[in-house]
């Protein structure tokens, strides 16, 4: 599975940016996708994730701001982030899980919030 992320850049705070990660390969057993982050100096954590069913699952600090969604005939995950703050800057990295429970991980895209 090879995931090709895009979408990253400079945002100002209270604006909006997308993101999409396309999905390619073996695809047909992927369960669940989604996006993490990683602050420099910091650990990688979890943004969003969704299942091939739509479930979601958000961290706290992005509720009722960011919203992840998906589209199975693309085979593409997407992450609106809308009232983006200095604080979510990070390099994001899309993640699919299979149904083998084994993980892919795509390229990071930066993004940063600033006026």
């Known amino acids: 599975v090879q995931l090709q992320a895009s979408g990253g850049g400079l945002v100002q705070p209270g604006g909006s940016l997308r993101l999409s990660c396309a999905a390619s390969g073996t695809i047909f057993s992927i369960n669940v996708m989604g996006w993490y982050r990683q602050a420099p100096g910091e650990e990688r954590e979890l943004v969003a994730t969704?299942?091939?069913?739509?479930?979601?699952n958000y961290a706290d600090s992005v509720k009722g701001r960011f919203t992840v969604s998906r589209d199975n005939a693309k085979n593409t995950v997407y992450l609106q982030m809308s009232s983006p703050k200095p604080e979510d800057t990070a390099v994001y990295y899309c993640?699919?899980?299979?149904?083998?429970?084994?993980?892919?991980w795509g390229q990071g895209t930066q993004v940063t919030v600033s006026s």
């Open positions: 993640r699919a899980t299979m149904s083998s429970a084994f993980s892919y």
């Open positions: 969704i299942t091939k069913g739509g479930s979601t």
